[in-house]
C-alpha cells in the first residue's frame, strides 16, 4: 500500500529566511508524489508534484520540492519565506492499485511564518 | 479559483437528520473524489467515481452513501447523522484516471451536527 509521512505537525520560521516541509514516502513502484497547500477555510490548491525526470521540482509560489529516491523522501522547500506562506501543507501520493488513482495525503505540516 | 464548485458551503443541522452534499467537477473532469478532513483524523479518502461508476471506497461508514449522475455531478449523502460526522467535507475532481494528473479540490462543505 501507498502511504506519506510527515513528520512535524508545525514549522516555524521567520520570514526572509529558508523552509523546508518533510515527507517520506512509502510506494511499491515508481513514486507519484503532490504537495498540496491549505489556507484557512479554503480548499486545497495543488503547488507542485513529481513524476518522473528531474529530482528538483518547482511549483506554484516560488516553491519547491527535491525527490531523493535513496531517502524515500519529498520535501517541499522555499529559499526565502514570507508571511503569507503562513498554512497548512499536505504531502499526498497516487494510490496504484486496480480501478483506482486516488491521493493518499499525509497528516499536514502546519507552516508559521513569523515576521 | 480550481473550477470545482461545492453546495452548500455550510451546513447546520441536527442529530439523526440527513443531509445531501452536492459537487461539481471541473468541466470534463470524469473522476470525482470525496474526502473527510476532520480535526483528529487529517484527510480521510471517503470514496471516487469514474463516469459515473463507483471506483474505490474508502472508510466511508455505511450511513454514507454518494453517486455521480450522467452530467458527472456527484452528491454525498449522509445520514443518521451524530456528532462525530462535524468535519470538512471535499470534493476533488480528476480528468480521467491518470495517476501522473493532480486533483483539482472545492472548498468544501462544512458540517456542523448539534
Known amino acids: 500500500a501507498q502511504s506519506v509521512a510527515q513528520p512535524e505537525d508545525q514549522v516555524n520560521v521567520a520570514e526572509g529566511n529558508p523552509l523546508t516541509v518533510k515527507c517520506t514516502y512509502s510506494?511499491?513502484?515508481?513514486?507519484?508524489l503532490f504537495w498540496y497547500v491549505q489556507y484557512p477555510n479554503r480548499g486545497l490548491q495543488f503547488l507542485l508534484k513529481?513524476?518522473?525526470?528531474?529530482?528538483l521540482v518547482k511549483g506554484s509560489y516560488g516553491f519547491e520540492a527535491e525527490f531523493n529516491k535513496s531517502q524515500t523522501s519529498f520535501h517541499l522547500k522555499k529559499p526565502s519565506a514570507l508571511v503569507s506562506d503562513s498554512a497548512l501543507y499536505f504531502c499526498?501520493?497516487?494510490?496504484?492499485?486496480?480501478?483506482?488513482?486516488?491521493?493518499?495525503f499525509g497528516t499536514g505540516t502546519r507552516l508559521q511564518v513569523f515576521p | 479559483d480550481s473550477g470545482v464548485t461545492q453546495t452548500p458551503k455550510h451546513l447546520i443541522t441536527a442529530t439523526g437528520q440527513r443531509v445531501t452534499l452536492r459537487c461539481s467537477p471541473r468541466?470534463?473532469?470524469?473522476?470525482v473524489y470525496w474526502y473527510q478532513q476532520s480535526l483528529d483524523q487529517g484527510l480521510q479518502f471517503l470514496i471516487q467515481?469514474?463516469?459515473?461508476?463507483?471506483?474505490a471506497k474508502g472508510n466511508i461508514l455505511e450511513r454514507f452513501s454518494a453517486q455521480q449522475f450522467p452530467d458527472l455531478h456527484s452528491e454525498l449523502n449522509l445520514s443518521s447523522l451524530e456528532l462525530g460526522d462535524s468535519a470538512l467535507y471535499f470534493c476533488?475532481?480528476?480528468?480521467?484516471?491518470?495517476?501522473?494528473?493532480?486533483?483539482?479540490f472545492g472548498q468544501g462543505t462544512r458540517l456542523t451536527v448539534v
Open positions: 476533488a475532481s480528476s480528468p480521467q484516471t491518470g495517476i501522473d494528473t493532480e486533483a483539482f
Open positions: 513529481y513524476i518522473t525526470g528531474d529530482n
Open positions: 499526498a501520493v497516487r494510490e496504484r492499485a486496480y480501478n483506482t488513482d486516488k491521493l493518499i
Open positions: 467515481y469514474y463516469n459515473g461508476e463507483e471506483r
Open positions: 510506494v511499491s513502484g515508481n513514486p507519484y
Open positions: 468541466s470534463g473532469d470524469l473522476s
